[in-house]
């Protein structure tokens, strides 16, 4: 009895999406909401928790329906293809909203006070909390980027929500029950893996320093590694 690694490495890459897309969301999404958008960490906080909310509903809900359809794909595969393809399409149209509110954004002075954050000696909480204090000004005088950016992440939540249950019942589905712990953990480093490579990603585009970047580039590459690891898991997975 011994654990086929191939085949469990295969089945991690739907795994390995997942955490890159998760990876990605929890390193831009604050900052936009905080930076481009002005919103108090409260704020921020609790719109960073809808996909536990949304956890608690849809897991359960789609693993159930996985665990019943029958299709030419298998029944994991429909949602793992249908729902990465929404999510990377929402991801993307997320950073053009994003993009939106920043080019009203700078028609304000908060990118130079920004900027003048960043110089060596200057009172870097007092700028950048004046820049906040003015992207929130334009975002309460117009509120429809953020309607829009929110009603996005929600699509993109969702789409991601529908898959979840199913990519992480693929193990189980091809590994016998005493080899599972063994196949889990490969799954995770599968995990793993998506998620240091997105962390370069985050590195070479210096998502964190610049507090007023457009993240179009940074989110093409995130998806770009997504559909790699959908595609290597389409063709190799039956």
């Given at each position: 009895m011994k654990l086929n690694y191939k085949r469990t490495i295969l089945v991690g890459?739907?795994?390995?999406?997942?955490?890159?897309?998760?990876?990605?969301?929890?390193?831009?999404?604050?900052?936009?909401?905080?930076?481009?958008?002005?919103?108090?960490?409260?704020?921020?906080?609790?719109?960073?928790?809808?996909?536990?909310?949304?956890?608690?509903?849809?897991?359960?809900?789609?693993?159930?329906?996985?665990?019943?359809?029958?299709?030419?794909?298998?029944?994991?595969t429909p949602f793992i293809l249908v729902g990465t393809i929404v999510a990377v399409i929402a991801f993307v149209g997320l950073t053009f909203v994003d993009n939106y509110q920043l080019s009203l954004l700078a028609l304000t002075e908060a990118p130079e006070l920004f900027a003048e954050s960043l110089l060596e000696g200057a009172d870097k909480a007092a700028l950048q909390d004046a820049a906040k204090a003015l992207a929130l000004e334009l975002t309460v005088s117009n509120p429809v980027p953020l309607i829009g950016f929110l009603l996005t992440l929600l699509v993109v939540l969702i789409a991601m929500a529908t898959f979840r249950s199913p990519a992480v019942a693929l193990m189980p589905d091809v590994t016998i029950k005493p080899l599972r712990s063994k196949g889990n953990a490969i799954i995770n480093l599968m995990g793993t893996a998506g998620g240091i490579i997105v962390l370069a990603f985050g590195s070479i585009f210096s998502t964190g320093k610049n507090l007023t970047m457009r993240y179009t580039g940074y989110v093409l590459a995130v998806c770009g590694v997504m559909l790699v690891g959908l595609f290597v898991f389409l063709l190799t997975v039956k």
């Open positions: 890459f739907a795994f390995f999406l997942i955490s890159a897309f998760w990876q990605a969301y929890d390193a831009i999404i604050p900052l936009a909401l905080t930076n481009h958008f002005g919103l108090p960490q409260s704020i921020s906080g609790i719109v960073m928790s809808l996909d536990n909310i949304l956890a608690v509903f849809m897991l359960p809900i789609f693993g159930a329906i996985s665990d019943k359809v029958n299709t030419r794909l298998g029944k994991r």
